[in-house]
């Protein structure tokens, strides 16, 4: 099968061989994420850069512009992010420099936790200072509301082919209205997105390595830090989830972060935006299975589905949106 962007790709890094001392063989798949994005690794024999990375961005669908405007931002503010060496715009290809193949993911475990989720937290509390508004789009009403329908538009009515009564589509919209009230009360800062286990990296200096930054927004305080300990690839038990919550309430407060004085307010924050995330995200892999025929991403449903359950079921507000939620559960043998 063959790949013009590849070809075209090899053209461009052939340019680029002398002045960064590429070994052009060696170009080989690093990864790739659930856009039109991929990833490539080369060598080099500069002994400042052994290995680099390549993003191959095709323009009509992931322009450049977006990653190259947050990578500045959060390297401004003193974050891991990988370094631009070259790019070329027109044609959507970024020569980075290499954050290494240890994700948190692969290196989490009971005894590292506390380590790492330490120092990811450092780099989020130094995020969140640097924030200013008019910077990064505004994570607002319209957005939120547009992300919680790929919920039932995708995952119910597209994945499980359910069609809800009309209660159960009142029950949803007032759910909705209810957790939208919530995240866009809370104060605003930066927020990555995708702050979680597959978009850190283990690094030896200045850890974690951060990546997959390119959809930021300017948004709700809780965002980033649901992401990371309510992450939909690796569980903790809740005691521990509070503990690191609590430890992050602490370090951005004594910072100066917006942050509530009362922990039980900051903690209900961080579910309701929890929920609107697995809600959210619920809608996104059984998207990604239907329309672009990504089926990785399903083995990662049952436990997106499970937290929100928990925290609906928590809130008595919530508790009709649980009971559909439960209804969507896998019977039992």
Known sequence: MTDPRLDTLHNW???????????????????ADASFRRYFRIASKNPDF???????????????????????LLENASLNVPKILEKNLAEGFLLLNDLGTKTYLGELNSESADHLYQDATHALVKM???????????????LLQRELDLFPEWYLKKHLHIELTELQNLQI??????????????????????????????????????????DAVYGPITYDASSLWRDAYIAWPEERVIDWVIKFWEEGREAGLPMPSDFGQFYRDFEWMGLQRHLKVLGIFARLFHRDGKDGYLKDI??????????????????PLARILESTRPAQD
Do not use: C
């Open 13 to 31: 890094l052939n340019g680029l061989e002398a002045s960064w001392q590429l070994d052009l063989p060696t170009l080989a798949p690093a990864s």
């Open 50 to 72: 052994p290995t680099l990375i390549v993003m191959d961005a095709p323009p009509q669908h992931e322009p450049l512009n977006a990653f190259i405007h947050v990578d500045l």
């Open 128 to 142: 969140q200072l640097a924030s200013k508004p008019g910077i990064l789009t505004n994570y607002d009403e319209t």
């Open 173 to 214: 919209k007032q759910a909705f209205e209810l957790i939208i009230q919530n995240n866009i009360a809370q104060a605003k800062v930066y927020v990555h997105r995708d702050y979680h286990s597959r978009n850190l990296m283990v690094t030896e200096k200045n850890n974690p390595g951060v990546i997959d930054f390119q």
């Open 302 to 319: 049952p436990l997106v589905l499970e937290y929100a359950i928990a925290t609906a079921n928590r809130y008595i507000e919530l508790k």
